[in-house]
């Protein structure tokens, strides 16, 4: 029988999530559900120095936002709990020790200024060799170097110890990545990695590989960053006899700059002003502010569907995909060995196909929640039909306001250039005109239809240029110059307040 499938998603809370880290959570996302399989999240915090606060409630927020659902997790609870690492610290203890019994692991007593001589003698020496390693741990303190007397007393007196992986002599490990295919590693050129710190923590590696054990993880997606760590958690789970249980592994590439050179950095989002992260966040070190997709008006739907194309796609022309879509198309195995280049200007298009495909109600929500200070009272209805006006001309949420705000607001001054421009001495005259023609539309009959037909006429039958009058007459009831139809902001604000705002312009302008 087939194992069931199960991801986890294994973030270190040492800071936000990169929008790499959310599309690495997303792709084991979708591979679990697409394979009715469970998607965990497990907090990897074993290593207290890194330990930002505040890092792990961002996550979840983060998943949560996403519409990434978690099947098991720290808040959700599940049957393989607890699944924050530093909670299940008792629990790794036992390994370290079946690995030094089984000769796959040590002890080291090095204190950090005999590794730093270390490493000054083989820099002297020219060595070839850097690393702790089969070579090099001979001149250590450690099982290899001490009489078992001299071990034994050093760990009864409380002595500080690390367990080192014993990594075996020129062996060639080989690994089947499902996104790379074959890779081939060699133990001689790796060291005697830290498996359990003199604090009483297992280091990430064996932790990693304990949880994923007893969690019954069938499949490890994760960052190309963890690939030069794979040969060792494959001889860890031959080591410990787990071999039949080694996850399958896929590791995604790197997500690179605009420009295709180099890794995708929070520095490049600074600088060319989009965010990488998918919520603002505050630093709690220094109060710093670093951007997040949400606050800068991205729909969590468009953004999962940008980042679900970062390093693969459909194979067809179909770009527009929710998250259902996403599960249905996705396949790990047509993911990209190279980098995925960001392309800022794609996301925000995105998110402009999302906008426009809300429904009306919606999107009166989205914009009533953000806006809420300066929409004020107004009835949802009228929100709505304000949104159908103006939604092709948002890219973000945040331009509903630069794009409607004079739906609720009159306009308060004028276009400096548009005023210089069209209004002529001889505009207040027609101004009045056009309240005049107004005032004899009846308030019921005010739609955009008649209110154009009435316009138009008294175009054509007085022989005026359209440009004359529909330029400043756009310019008194906006203030500016674009936007939807004259005719529709008109019926929509109503006619009393067409009428009020062409008073006042005129008033504000003939000279
Ligand atoms: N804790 C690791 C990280 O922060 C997890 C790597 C893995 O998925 O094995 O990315």
């Not at 995604?252 to 420009?259: C, E, G, T």
């Not at 569907?305 to 879509?325: K, S, Y």
């Not at 739906?407 to 001054?413: H, I, K, L, V």
Request: net charge neutral; aromatic share 10%.
């Amino acid at each position: 029988m087939n194992k069931k499938i199960r991801v986890r998603f294994a973030p270190s809370p040492t800071g936000p999530l990169h929008m790499g880290g959310v599309r690495t959570a997303l792709f084991n996302y979708l591979f679990a559900k697409q394979n009715g399989g469970d998607f965990l999240l497990r907090i990897e915090d074993t290593d207290q120095n890194r330990y930002v606060e505040g890092a792990e409630e961002y996550i979840n927020q983060a998943l949560a936002w996403c519409g990434i659902k978690i099947d098991e997790g720290v808040k959700e609870g599940g049957n393989f709990a607890p699944y924050r690492q530093s909670d299940r610290k008792e629990l790794y203890k036992k390994y370290a020790e079946i690995l030094i019994n089984s000769g796959n692991a040590y002890y080291a007593f090095d204190t950090a200024e005999d590794l730093e001589k270390m490493r000054k003698r083989l820099e002297e020496e020219k060595s070839s060799v850097r690393l702790y390693n089969r070579q090099t741990r001979m001149q250590m303190k450690n099982s290899f170097t001490l009489s078992a007397e001299e071990l034994e007393k050093r760990i009864n007196s409380g002595e500080k110890y690390v367990v080192r992986f014993n990594m075996p002599e020129d062996e060639k490990i080989e690994v089947k990545d499902m996104i790379r295919g074959k890779v081939v590693f060699d133990s001689s050129l790796l060291d005697d990695k830290v498996l359990y710190k003199s604090d009483g923590m297992p280091t990430y590696h064996l932790a990693n590989i304990v949880d994923d054990k007893l969690m019954e993880i069938s499949h490890v997606i994760r960052g190309e960053e963890w690939l030069p760590s794979l040969p060792l958690h494959v001889l860890l789970y031959r080591s410990l006899g787990w071999e039949n249980d080694m996850p399958k592994f896929a590791h995604l590439s790197l997500l690179l700059k605009p420009n295709g050179k180099g890794k995708l950095s929070k520095r490049d989002g600074d600088k060319m002003g989009f965010p990488v992260f998918p919520l603002q966040w505050t630093d709690p070190k220094n109060g710093e502010i670093s951007r997040g997709y949400k606050e800068d008006g991205y729909l969590p739907e468009a953004f999962v569907n940008i980042i679900a194309l970062l390093g693969w796609n459909p194979g067809t022309e179909q770009e527009i995909m929710d998250i259902n879509e996403l599960i249905k198309n996705f396949d790990i195995y047509k993911v990209v060995k190279s980098g995925a280049k960001f392309d800022p200007e794609k996301a925000k298009w995105f998110n402009k196909q999302y906008i426009s495909k809300l429904s009306d109600k919606k999107l009166a929500e989205i914009f009533t929640e953000k806006f809420e200070v300066q929409i004020g009272k107004a009835k949802q209805e009228y929100i709505q039909k304000v949104c159908s006006l103006v939604k092709e001309r948002i890219s973000l949420t945040g331009d509903f306001w630069t794009q409607a705000s004079f739906f609720f607001e009159a306009p308060t001054e004028y276009d400096k250039k548009i005023v210089k421009k069209r209004w002529k001495e001889d505009t207040s005259e027609f101004m009045s005109q056009i309240i005049m023609l107004i005032n004899k539309i009846g308030e019921a009959d005010f739609v955009s239809i008649n209110i154009e037909n009435s316009i138009k006429e008294h175009i054509e039958k007085n022989e005026l240029n359209f440009g004359k009058i529909l330029n400043p007459l756009r310019l008194t009831l906006t203030g500016g110059g674009g936007g939807p139809h004259i005719f529709d902001i008109m019926e929509t604000i109503g006619k009393l307040e067409t009428v009020k705002r062409i008073e006042t312009a005129i008033e504000k302008l003939q000279n």
